[in-house]
């Protein structure tokens, strides 16, 4: 790997200070070990709002799930972290090893870590390990005042594992069904005679698995080192290093909605764990490098200055055959086309040749995609007061440059051209057939111009504060290029924020926000005008509540948000007025988080209207949802014993295009955990979906279906130290 010097390095230097620190460290603990649920109510300085503002106090909805949260719910990925969280639509494409794709009010996520963007670019880097993660975040709705162009559903922020000033760390082994084994360690502490100046973190993980769809498996290796340095009590720097390679194949077979969504004609349905690609051929093989820096430094009592740099470099080698995709409301199997195309149908009668009617011919698809990526963002924080006014405000620079590059070869084979029926896959009898050779898709190979994208933004953001009143005020200023070819566009983008919240003494505290977020588009219309950049704005209103006496959250939020400058269904391709669309959202989520005494509770539901600008519904975007999860952590004889149970609800879903309208039903899921922690010993055993439903996350026009996750049952022992 690129990144093995470093990683060697790091490991070099900590290593020394680890040993000496574990001989010195009393081994002799109990139960105090023993995890107690933390309700997080606020952030960190590198988290999804920059600031450590309580999220009561913060006018706007903010979501935080905790490593402990999201381990006793035997979450294996992030999207799985996030299937309790509301508003979140955390596994859309259903099992998934491309990536992690999930949705907040109806829009995809960006991936953030330590409050700064980890991924560009499509099928091009590793999926976040949960293992290197501490805290999830999800920041809800527009946030380009914090972090210029994005999505207007909000960022999803993780951060990571760093160094901690006392010894300690723990050593984990995992199996479960689908032959899953995994090893893993933590190990963290001060470095040995540097008086707690230096101290170190060590992560390792290694997976080998299979999946619910036999030809599919998985080998991950992860290693994070990190050190952190305080030269003085007002100064911390931290190295965050992390390389990860994993070799896998793709979930998603893309089968069609006959014989998943809809019966065969002869009443039955397809195996939805059925493999559509070819073995040998296909594969998801990823890796990535990637250093962080964090800095802080107390200028003094009122003025701090704090910095993230990153830069992070991912490719994917990506082979897959899938079945032929043919239009909307068009079947894709052989037999319907061949009736549809009677030079096709001569010419498969002229070899002889017959098809069962679950035949469909293929599309075999080649992708080399990389990704470099460098990036910084330095803040100023300052604490002061103006009369009867107190003010926290944050000013700082951002600067990110992102290089993408997408190689792709398809070969739409296997039936789908006349006389060639080499590829075609009988998907309830599969007989795998061999791929093209490699010739052909040098020969059709697709070299694309390098893509590069440079943001600069300046920003300042106040929270003000008289008496019980919160007031945010917030404004940016960005210039985003974008390289492609040696074309060249150029955009400005004004972004602004504002918020208001009164906190009662009683724990109640209404709020009501204003905020905006933008995308550049890369393009001219007709006339050769440049195309604006995507707007989005959103009001939202709504409470928070942190109970007295009761460690708790509890928050409720009502949004409308309205995307503008999208494509106008009216208008032709390229016409000047093509950007005149226009796309509503609106919604309500509620969600609640508490211990009460043995027990840690959280409950979420959430409800969506959201229309394309064609008045379509959005696909695949189901339009409820509710979970409750509880944990029992008894007191007493039967301390050490644990229990978790969980229930998910997912509303149908619409996909439709005016041609075709794919209703997916709902689907209700179980997940249980049972364990047992003595002295420094942690076993638990974890269920998702414990009674192995058999459900599609959605259907898509183009006329393909996401089948869920089946049953996964994994055993964790944990010795910690």
Same mark, same amino acid.
Request: include cysteine; hydrophobic fraction near 35%; charge should be negative.
């Given at each position: 790997?690129?990144?093995?010097? @470093?990683?060697?390095?790091?490991?070099?230097? /900590?290593?020394?200070?680890?040993?000496?620190?574990?001989?010195?460290?009393?081994?002799?603990?109990? #139960?105090?070990?023993?995890?107690?649920?933390?309700?997080?109510?606020? %952030?960190?300085?590198? =988290?999804?709002?920059?600031?450590?503002?309580?999220?009561?106090?913060?006018?706007?909805?903010?979501?935080?799930?905790?490593?402990?949260?999201?381990? +006793?719910?035997?979450?294996?990925?992030?999207?799985? /972290?996030?299937?309790?969280?509301?508003?979140?639509?955390?596994?859309?494409?259903?099992?998934?090893?491309?990536?992690?794709?999930?949705?907040?009010?109806?829009?995809?996520?960006?991936?953030?870590?330590?409050?700064?963007?980890?991924?560009?670019?499509?099928?091009?880097?590793?999926?976040?390990?949960?293992?290197?993660?501490?805290?999830?975040?999800?920041?809800?709705?527009?946030?380009?005042?914090?972090?210029?162009? =994005?999505?207007?559903?909000?960022?999803?922020?993780?951060?990571?594992?760093?160094?901690? +000033?006392?010894?300690?760390?723990?050593?984990?082994?995992?199996?479960?069904?689908?032959?899953?084994?995994?090893?893993?360690?933590?190990?963290?502490?001060?470095?040995?005679?540097?008086?707690?100046?230096?101290?170190?973190?060590?992560?390792?993980?290694?997976?080998?698995?299979?999946?619910?769809?036999?030809?599919?498996?998985?080998?991950?290796?992860?290693?994070?080192?990190?050190?952190?340095?305080?030269?003085?009590?007002?100064?911390?720097? %931290?190295?965050?290093?992390?390389?990860?390679?994993?070799?896998?194949? #793709?979930?998603?077979?893309?089968?069609? &909605?006959?014989?998943?969504?809809?019966?065969?004609?002869?009443?039955?349905?397809?195996?939805?764990?059925?493999?559509?690609?070819?073995?040998?051929?296909?594969?998801?093989?990823?890796?990535?490098?990637?250093? #962080?820096? @964090?800095?802080?430094?107390?200028?003094?009592?009122?003025?701090?200055?704090?910095?993230?740099?990153?830069?992070?470099?991912?490719?994917?080698? *990506?082979?897959?055959?899938?079945?032929?995709?043919?239009?909307?409301?068009?079947?894709?199997?052989?037999?319907?086309?061949?009736?549809?195309?009677?030079?096709?149908?001569?010419?498969?009668?002229?070899?002889?040749?017959?098809?069962?009617?679950?035949?469909?011919?293929? %599309?075999?698809?080649?992708?080399?995609?990389?990704?470099?990526?460098?990036?910084?963002?330095?803040?100023?924080?300052?604490?002061?007061?103006?009369?009867?006014?107190?003010?926290?405000?944050?000013?700082? &620079?951002?600067?990110?440059?992102?290089?993408?590059?997408?190689?792709?070869?398809?070969?739409?084979?296997? =039936?789908?051209?006349?006389?060639?029926?080499?590829?075609?896959?009988?998907?309830?009898?599969?007989?795998?057939?061999?791929?093209?050779?490699?010739?052909?898709?040098?020969?059709?190979?697709?070299?694309?111009? #390098?893509?590069?994208?440079?943001?600069?933004?300046?920003?300042?953001?106040?929270?003000?504060?008289?008496?019980?009143?919160?007031?945010?005020?917030?404004?940016?200023?960005?210039?985003?290029?974008?390289?492609?070819?040696?074309?060249?566009?150029?955009?400005?983008?004004?972004?602004?924020?504002?918020?208001?919240?009164?906190?009662?003494?009683?724990?109640?505290?209404?709020?009501?926000? *204003?905020?905006?977020?933008?995308?550049? /588009?890369?393009?001219?219309?007709?006339?050769?005008?440049?195309?604006?950049?995507?707007?989005?704005?959103?009001?939202?209103?709504?409470?928070?509540?942190?109970?007295?006496?009761?460690?708790?959250?509890?928050?409720?939020? *009502?949004?409308?948000?309205?995307?503008?400058?999208?494509?106008?269904?009216?208008?032709?391709?390229?016409?000047?007025?093509?950007?005149?669309?226009?796309?509503?959202?609106?919604?309500?989520?509620?969600?609640?988080?508490?211990?009460?005494?043995?027990?840690? /509770?959280?409950?979420?539901?959430?409800?969506?209207?959201?229309?394309?600008?064609?008045?379509?519904?959005?696909?695949?975007?189901?339009?409820?949802?509710?979970?409750?999860?509880?944990?029992?952590?008894?007191?007493?004889?039967?301390?050490?014993?644990?229990?978790?149970?969980?229930?998910?609800?997912?509303?149908?879903?619409?996909?439709?295009?005016?041609?075709?309208?794919?209703?997916?039903?709902?689907?209700?899921?179980?997940?249980?955990?049972?364990?047992?922690?003595?002295?420094?010993?942690?076993?638990?055993?974890?269920?998702?979906?414990?009674?192995?439903?058999?459900?599609?996350?959605?259907?898509?026009?183009?006329?393909?279906?996401?089948?869920?996750?089946?049953?996964?049952?994994?055993?964790? @022992?944990?010795?910690?130290?």
């Amino acid at each position: 790997m690129k990144f093995a010097g @470093l990683a060697a390095a790091l490991t070099f230097s /900590v290593s020394a200070g680890a040993l000496a620190t574990a001989q010195e460290a009393d081994s002799d603990q109990d #139960t105090e070990n023993r995890q107690e649920t933390v309700i997080v109510t606020g %952030t960190t300085t590198f =988290g999804a709002t920059k600031s450590q503002t309580p999220i009561v106090e913060t006018a706007r909805s903010l979501s935080v799930e905790t490593d402990e949260m999201f381990i +006793d719910k035997g979450a294996l990925s992030l999207s799985q /972290v996030l299937t309790y969280v509301a508003g979140v639509t955390a596994e859309p494409y259903g099992f998934s090893t491309r990536g992690d794709f999930p949705q907040s009010r109806g829009l995809e996520l960006p991936r953030y870590r330590d409050s700064i963007q980890e991924l560009f670019g499509s099928y091009n880097s590793t999926r976040a390990d949960t293992y290197t993660i501490e805290q999830v975040e999800v920041l809800k709705g527009p946030a380009s005042v914090l972090y210029g162009q =994005g999505s207007p559903g909000g960022i999803v922020n993780y951060v990571s594992k760093t160094p901690k +000033d006392t010894f300690g760390g723990e050593l984990q082994a995992e199996v479960g069904n689908f032959d899953r084994y995994e090893v893993a360690g933590d190990v963290t502490g001060p470095v040995a005679g540097t008086d707690g100046k230096l101290q170190f973190r060590l992560v390792g993980l290694y997976r080998d698995t299979g999946t619910q769809i036999d030809e599919v498996d998985e080998k991950t290796t992860v290693f994070m080192p990190s050190i952190s340095w305080l030269p003085t009590v007002d100064t911390k720097f %931290t190295l965050i290093g992390l390389a990860q390679d994993t070799e896998s194949d #793709t979930a998603a077979q893309f089968i069609p &909605v006959e014989g998943t969504l809809f019966p065969l004609d002869d009443g039955s349905y397809l195996d939805w764990e059925v493999y559509a690609g070819e073995p040998g051929f296909n594969r998801y093989d990823t890796e990535s490098q990637q250093v #962080t820096l @964090l800095g802080e430094h107390r200028i003094n009592d009122s003025l701090m200055i704090e910095g993230t740099a990153l830069w992070r470099s991912g490719e994917a080698d *990506y082979h897959q055959a899938w079945p032929l995709f043919t239009g909307a409301g068009v079947s894709r199997y052989l037999n319907d086309l061949l009736a549809l195309n009677p030079a096709l149908q001569a010419a498969a009668d002229a070899q002889g040749l017959t098809f069962s009617d679950t035949t469909v011919p293929r %599309t075999f698809y080649q992708g080399d995609n990389t990704f470099d990526q460098l990036a910084g963002d330095v803040r100023l924080r300052a604490d002061f007061e103006t009369g009867i006014l107190t003010h926290e405000l944050l000013a700082g &620079v951002q600067y990110q440059d992102v290089e993408t590059d997408s190689n792709t070869a398809y070969y739409a084979g296997g =039936g789908a051209t006349a006389g060639d029926f080499r590829y075609v896959l009988d998907l309830k009898n599969p007989v795998y057939t061999g791929a093209p050779d490699q010739s052909v898709f040098d020969a059709i190979y697709n070299d694309a111009p #390098t893509q590069t994208v440079k943001d600069l933004g300046v920003y300042v953001s106040d929270q003000i504060s008289l008496g019980d009143w919160r007031f945010t005020a917030g404004i940016r200023s960005d210039n985003v290029e974008n390289e492609s070819g040696g074309a060249t566009q150029d955009d400005d983008a004004i972004s602004t924020s504002f918020g208001v919240l009164y906190r009662f003494d009683n724990g109640f505290a209404p709020y009501a926000s *204003y905020s905006e977020s933008f995308e550049t /588009v890369v393009g001219t219309d007709l006339a050769g005008n440049q195309l604006e950049p995507e707007e989005a704005r959103q009001y939202e209103a709504g409470f928070k509540y942190e109970p007295r006496g009761i460690p708790g959250l509890i928050t409720a939020a *009502y949004y409308d948000i309205e995307i503008s400058n999208l494509p106008n269904p009216s208008s032709l391709p390229g016409d000047a007025a093509q950007q005149q669309g226009v796309s509503k959202l609106k919604g309500f989520e509620v969600e609640g988080r508490l211990q009460l005494d043995d027990f840690f /509770v959280q409950a979420a539901a959430s409800t969506i209207d959201a229309e394309d600008p064609n008045g379509f519904k959005l696909a695949a975007v189901p339009e409820t949802q509710a979970s409750f999860w509880t944990t029992w952590r008894p007191s007493g004889v039967l301390e050490g014993f644990k229990a978790g149970a969980g229930i998910r609800y997912v509303g149908e879903t619409v996909s439709e295009n005016g041609t075709v309208r794919y209703v997916t039903p709902d689907y209700t899921l179980g997940d249980l955990m049972v364990g047992y922690e003595w002295d420094q010993w942690d076993l638990a055993v974890n269920a998702r979906n414990v009674t192995d439903e058999e459900y599609l996350t959605g259907c898509l026009t183009r006329g393909d279906c996401f089948p869920g996750l089946r049953r996964t049952v994994v055993a964790n @022992l944990r010795y910690k130290f």
